[in-house]
């Protein structure tokens, strides 16, 4: 079992910044590709970014590219969202998730997930 706990999330306004941070405890954090999703009303749940467990390769949804960086720190079992350059549309609850598999946008590929973080940019 992972356990993931997300925060950092709030109220921002466009054009500006959030950091997101999710924290792992259970098995070893270094075996699992990590990820970060986000759901807004109505709506599926998207992928947003991805991050390997070793040498810290990254793939990112077109929609966030430029703007967001995921990171991962495996000393401190955390992996970071920096969301830069805010719009209106990425506001949603934002999960963090960690898989077995590298590279995987579809959540089903992801075994554990967090509660959830909720980012709301104002216009």
């Known amino acids: 079992q992972v356990q993931l706990v997300e925060s950092g999330g709030g109220l921002v306004q466009s054009g500006g910044s959030l950091r997101l941070s999710c924290a792992a405890s259970?098995?070893?954090?270094?075996?699992?590709?990590m990820g970060w999703f986000r759901q807004s009303p109505g709506k599926e749940r998207e992928f947003v970014a991805t991050?390997?467990?070793?040498?810290?390769?990254?793939d990112y949804a077109d929609s966030v590219k430029g703007r967001f960086t995921i990171s991962r720190d495996n000393a401190k079992n955390t992996v970071d969202l920096q969301m830069n350059s805010l719009k209106p549309e990425d506001t949603a609850v934002y999960y963090c998730?960690?898989?077995?598999?590298?590279?995987?946008?579809?959540?089903?590929?992801?075994?554990?997930w967090g509660q959830g973080t909720q980012v709301t940019v104002s216009s």
């Open positions: 998730a960690a898989s077995s598999k590298w590279r995987k946008v579809a959540p089903e590929e992801y075994e554990y």
């Open positions: 259970g098995r070893t954090f270094s075996n699992y590709a």
């Open positions: 991050i390997s467990w070793g040498v810290g390769s990254t």
